[in-house]
């Protein structure tokens, strides 16, 4: 059964620290699409990125960074010099088989980022 | 500016009632989709729809309703029928896919937080 995994459920650190957010995915398919969403206090979910299953090239973005293996079937991501703007729920989501519109949601880390 | 609104922003239910969440988008998407979260829990969905006049059951569909008469326009109802409706609904909306195995990303409106009194 397909399935994702954000271990993490909470993740504390001190501003200016790196830190990185663990995705773990099930899936039988062999073409399929992985993407980052953060949500803020706010509420409403904020897309980051989206990855092919046949693009395993690292991707980097300002302090954003993800790093996509397929050998472990994870997909982390990593912010750099952490800011307090980026305290958030982070949601990882994995194309469901057989459909092309529906995504199975990993539940969440919340991180928070201290001043 | 383009983008999803959803109202209202705070929606408070007595037991018994239906209520009708509002989803506007003006991205000109084909493609909408209501969502339901739980606290600490990913998203679930409860419909989607790829084009007017035609919607899906997603995961959680019992005891919700949706319309599609327009393309900008994607209201959720919650009936009586749902047992524990207190939650936050998102809906958000895509381009469709270009073809089998492909997926566009999703843009979310602010959400709606429903509470049943």
């Known amino acids: 059964a397909q399935k994702v995994t954000q271990a993490q459920t909470e993740i504390s650190v001190v501003e200016k620290e790196d830190v990185t957010l663990d995705c773990v995915y099930e899936?039988?398919?062999?073409?399929?699409?992985l993407f980052w969403y953060k949500q803020p206090p706010s509420g409403e979910l904020v897309f980051l990125i989206r990855?092919?299953?046949?693009d395993e090239q690292n991707e980097i973005s300002g302090r954003y960074s993800w790093n996509f293996q397929k050998s472990t079937s994870s997909f982390n991501f990593t912010i750099t010099a952490s800011q307090v703007v980026d305290s958030a729920v982070y949601f990882c989501a994995l194309s469901k088989e057989d459909s092309n519109y529906q995504l199975i949601w990993g539940a969440g880390t919340k991180l928070i980022i201290k001043p | 500016d383009g983008g999803i609104t959803q109202s209202p922003k705070y929606l408070f239910r007595k037991e018994g009632q239906n209520v009708t969440l509002s989803c506007e988008q003006n991205l000109n998407h084909d493609a909408m989709y209501w969502y339901r979260q739980d606290p600490g829990q990913g998203l679930r969905l409860i419909y989607y729809s790829q084009i007017v006049n035609d919607f899906q059951k997603g995961d959680i569909a019992e005891g919700y309703s949706v319309s599609r008469e327009k393309k900008e326009s994607f209201p959720l109802t919650v009936t009586s029928a749902q047992k524990n409706p207190t939650a936050f609904y998102l809906c958000?909306?895509?381009?469709?896919?270009?073809?089998?195995?492909?997926?566009?990303?999703?843009?979310f409106g602010p959400g709606t937080r429903l509470t049943v009194l």
């Open positions: 990855r092919n299953s046949f």
């Open positions: 958000a909306s895509s381009t469709l896919a270009g073809g089998p195995s492909t997926y566009n990303e999703q843009f």
């Open positions: 899936t039988r398919d062999t073409t399929y699409y």
